[in-house]
């Protein structure tokens, strides 16, 4: 519990820090696992920030905070990217650890359709920077994306999150299930 505090306490004061830059609020559902997340990003300057929280009834809680350099360069771009960093922290009934992982993001607006969009993220972590249980760690979600309005969006995607246990030979597979979202921009 008191990781989650600190995550919560830390995403107000990220949330207060980027308020003026702008940002987005993004959930989904399934029906075991509820995902709320903030991204953040200081205008024009490339830097993002996110904050991410995961509970699945069955397979515990994941929290996960990132910083990432988006490309700021091509305003009127479909194609948005980001590469970066994103540390995780995950305890279930029988395990608990973290990681610091390396990915990136990614949105691609179909031209002829600026209403629907595809995006995802995909983070690794190898032995080296993974802690607790945890030997490595690949985390993912793929997503299909309307535009209701210019600042929000419901889609549809696929949530992958492998956890390679210590001693274990099986991968712990975290809140792994397709899930339907709404994405907030303000």
């Known amino acids: 519990m008191t990781v989650s505090k600190g995550l919560t306490g830390l995403m107000i004061t990220l949330a207060a820090a980027t308020a003026s830059a702008g940002g987005s609020l993004d ?18 300057s490339g830097l993002h920030l996110n904050l991410s929280a995961l509970h699945h009834t069955d397979d515990g809680e994941m929290f996960g905070a990132g910083v990432h350099v988006v490309n700021v360069r091509e305003a009127n ?3 948005y990217l980001g590469v970066g960093a994103k540390a995780f922290g995950f ?9 610091l992982a390396v990915g990136g993001l990614f949105r691609y607006t179909l031209p002829m359709n600026s209403d629907v969009s595809f995006a995802g993220y995909a983070y690794y972590a190898p032995n080296v920077v993974s802690f607790g249980d945890a030997e490595n760690m690949f985390n993912s979600d793929w997503r299909v994306q309307y535009a209701v309005i210019p600042n929000a969006r419901v889609y549809t995607g696929y949530r992958y999150n492998s956890i390679n246990i210590e001693d274990v030979d099986d991968n712990y597979e975290f809140a792994d299930t397709f899930h339907v979202g709404l994405t907030l921009d303000f």
């Open 77 to 79: 771009s479909p194609l």
């Open 27 to 44: 959930l989904n559902l399934s029906d075991k696992a509820v995902r709320v997340a903030y991204d953040g990003a200081q205008k024009d």
């Open 91 to 99: 305890t279930t009934e029988d395990y608990d650890g973290g990681a």
